[in-house]
Nanobody, 113 residues
Framework: QVQLVESGGGLVQPGGSLRLSCAAS????????MGWYRQAPGKQRELVAR??????NYADSVKGRFTISRDNAKNTVWLQMNSLKPEDTAVYYC????????WGQGTQVTVSS
């Protein structure tokens, strides 16, 4: 059973930054495209960024502000989030892209003054 553990969330003021980490058991990160997803209260889970090899893609809402990266040797994927906005408030999850299997607990990001 692959485990994905997200961390790095917290409370930040608008305009601030956070760096999320996703640690995976096994070698899933080196074998699959990976994505960061988020789910805001009352909304469906959405993909915000994905990385396939060295290619990256972003949702329009985060383009230019978020950066996804990976280290296959460390089985870790990161999401650097800059210029955060209140509408970025959500629980953030990582998973393969397309998503498969069970989801981790996620990490809460709250952007508020």
């Amino acid at each position: 059973q692959v485990q994905l553990v997200e961390s790095g969330g917290g409370l930040v003021q608008p305009g601030g930054s956070l760096r999320l980490s996703c640690a995976a058991s096994g070698s899933i990160i080196s074998r699959y495209a990976m994505g960061w997803y988020r789910q805001a209260p009352g909304k469906q889970r959405e993909l915000v960024a994905r990385i396939t090899g060295s290619n990256t893609n972003y949702a329009d809402s985060v383009k230019g502000r978020f950066t996804i990266s990976r280290d296959n040797a460390k089985n870790t994927v990161w999401l650097q989030m800059n210029s955060l906005k209140p509408e970025d408030t959500a629980v953030y999850y990582c998973n393969t892209y397309p998503s498969a299997g069970s989801w981790g607990q996620g990490t809460q990001v709250t952007v508020s003054s």
